[in-house]
């Protein structure tokens, strides 16, 4: 089992930045990739970025590219997804999720049903 607690939400004005962690515990060896999703009110939630750290593959959803950047210390078992320049509909809900299946291909690391551990949520939330 993989436990993960996420941490760094809060309220920030728009341009703003803040930085999340998502820190695990466990059976961490098992795992090959790490998401971060959110979830606004009344929506479903959407793919923010993922790392596969074995292939050193990153990536992000286009409403975060060039924004955000996710990043991980191994020494730590912990993720890291810095938020820059943040905006208004940046508001959510966040998440961290761990994968422990190998395949590092974007249409399964883009979608919450292929994660197999997650964290309680942090609350980000954007002023304008």
């Known amino acids: 089992q993989v436990q993960l607690v996420e941490s760094g939400g809060g309220l920030v004005q728009a341009g703003g930045s803040l930085s999340l962690s998502c820190a695990a515990s466990?059976?961490?060896?098992?795992?090959?990739?790490t998401g971060w999703f959110r979830q606004a009110p009344g929506k479903e939630r959407e793919f923010v970025a993922a790392g596969h750290w074995s292939t050193g593959r990153i990536y992000y959803a286009d409403s975060v590219k060039g924004r955000f950047t996710i990043s991980r210390d191994n020494a730590k078992n912990t993720v890291y997804l810095q938020m820059n320049s943040l905006k208004p509909e940046d508001t959510a809900v966040y998440y961290c999720?761990?994968?422990?299946?190998?395949?590092?291909?974007?249409?399964?690391?883009?979608?919450?049903?292929?994660?197999?551990?997650w964290g309680q949520g942090t609350q980000v939330t954007v002023s304008s």
């Open positions: 999720a761990l994968r422990a299946s190998y395949s590092p291909d974007y249409n399964l690391l883009s979608r919450p049903p292929s994660y197999d551990y």
């Open positions: 466990g059976h961490t060896f098992s795992v090959y990739a």
